[in-house]
C-alpha cells in the first residue's frame, strides 16, 4: 500500500497567516492522483482539491495545491476564521486507496 | 444535486454482522460509469477506505476487510449497502457512503456505529 505522511500534525497560525501543509507519498504517483480534503467536527470531509492541483467546485482561490515527486502541498494563502479544521489527503493512483493521517490546523 | 444518506443500527454486537445502507437521491445508482463505496472514521482518528462497487457490480475492498465485507447495490431502492461481518471493538466508527471517481467529491453524512455488548 502507498503510505501517505502528513506534516506536521499540528500546524498552529493566526488568521491571515498563511498554512503550508505537507503530504509525502511512499512511492511515486504514476499520476497526480491525490486530493486534499477539509474536515470540521462532526461533519464529512469536504474535497478541496484534486488531482494535486485542481481546485474543486466551490473552493474559494486562497486554497491551492501542487506537487514534485513524491511530496504534495496544500496551501492556504491567508487563513479564514473558517479554516481552522483538519486536513488529509489522499492517493487514488494505486489501489487501495490510501489517506493521510491528517494535519490539524489550529488557531493560534 | 446528488445526495447520499446513511442509515442503519448504531450498535451491533461483537461477532455480528454491521449493515448499512445509503439512500441516493438527486441521480441513479445504474448511472453508467459510476462507482459507489464506503468510507469509515473510528473516532477521533482518521480515514479508512473501505471499498466500493462499480456500476457493473464488481467490487473492491482493501486485503485487511476483503475477507469480511460485501458492498452490493439495490437498483430497484436506488440504494447501495455494507455488510461488514464478525466485528470487533475495532470496528466502532463513523461509517461514510461516498462516490468515488478516484477522489470522493459526494459523501453522506455519516452514520456512528458502535459494536459493544
Known amino acids: 500500500d502507498i503510505v501517505l505522511t502528513q506534516s506536521p500534525d499540528i500546524l498552529s497560525l493566526s488568521p491571515g497567516e498563511r498554512a503550508t501543509l505537507s503530504c509525502r507519498a511512499s512511492q511515486s504517483l504514476s499520476v497526480a492522483y491525490l486530493a486534499w480534503y477539509q474536515q470540521k467536527p462532526g461533519q464529512a470531509p469536504r474535497l478541496l482539491i484534486y488531482?494535486?492541483?485542481t481546485r474543486a467546485t466551490g473552493i474559494p482561490d486562497r486554497f491551492s495545491g501542487s506537487a514534485s515527486g513524491t511530496d504534495f502541498t496544500l496551501t492556504i494563502a491567508s487563513l479564514e476564521p473558517d479554516d481552522f479544521a483538519v486536513y488529509y489527503c489522499q492517493q487514488y493512483d494505486v489501489f487501495p486507496e490510501t489517506f493521510g493521517q491528517g494535519t490539524k490546523v489550529e488557531i493560534k | 444535486q446528488l445526495q447520499l444518506q446513511e442509515s442503519g443500527p448504531g450498535l451491533v454486537k461483537p461477532s455480528e454482522t454491521l449493515s448499512l445502507t445509503c439512500t441516493v437521491s438527486g441521480g441513479s445508482v445504474v448511472t453508467s460509469s459510476s462507482y459507489w463505496g464506503w468510507v469509515r472514521q473510528p473516532p477521533g482518528k482518521g480515514l479508512e477506505w473501505i471499498g466500493s462497487i462499480f456500476s457493473t457490480g464488481s467490487t473492491s475492498s482493501i486485503p485487511s476487510l476483503k475477507s469480511r465485507v460485501t458492498i452490493s447495490v439495490d437498483t430497484s431502492k436506488n440504494e447501495f449497502s455494507l455488510k461488514l461481518t464478525s466485528v470487533t471493538a475495532a470496528d466502532t466508527a463513523i461509517y461514510y457512503c461516498?462516490?468515488?471517481?478516484?477522489?470522493?467529491?459526494?459523501w453522506g453524512q455519516g452514520a456512528l456505529v458502535t459494536v459493544s455488548s
Open positions: 488531482d494535486a492541483s
Open positions: 461516498m462516490r468515488p471517481a478516484g477522489y470522493i467529491a459526494n
